[in-house]
Nanobody, 122 residues
Framework: QVQLVESGGGLVQAGGSLRLSCAAS????????MGWFRQAPGKEREFVAR????????DYLDSVKGRFTISVDNAKSTVYLQMNSLKPEDTAVYYC???????????????WGQGTQVTVSS
């Protein structure tokens, strides 16, 4: 079992920055691929970024490349999503997820956090 708790969401103006955190716990949490997804009202959940825990391999949604950075702090058992140069279109509920595959598909992730709201004003 893996438990994920997101935090760090909030309201920010366009061009601003925000750092999301995902605290992970569980016996085998450090063996999973960790991903960030987002979902806006009326839209499908979309992949944002993923990382292999303890290895450092990363991948990003094209529209966030150069602006977002996913990272892991092994000592704190926490996954981060640093979001810079935020745009109104980044507004969504952001979810942390854990899975056993190097995938951008939500269905491939087994464990999910409760989500944290990110709102970017223009």
């Amino acid at each position: 079992q893996v438990q994920l708790v997101e935090s760090g969401g909030g309201l920010v103006q366009a061009g601003g920055s925000l750092r999301l955190s995902c605290a992970a716990s569980g016996r085998t949490f450090n063996t999973y691929v960790m991903g960030w997804f987002r979902q806006a009202p009326g839209k499908e959940r979309e992949f944002v970024a993923r990382i292999v825990w303890g290895v450092g391999n990363t991948d990003y949604l094209d529209s966030v490349k150069g602006r977002f950075t996913i990272s892991v702090d092994n000592a704190k058992s926490t996954v981060y999503l640093q979001m810079n140069s935020l745009k109104p279109e980044d507004t969504a509920v952001y979810y942390c997820a854990a899975g056993q595959y190097w995938s951008a598909e939500p269905v491939k992730y087994i464990y999910w956090g409760q989500g944290t709201q990110v709102t970017v004003s223009s």
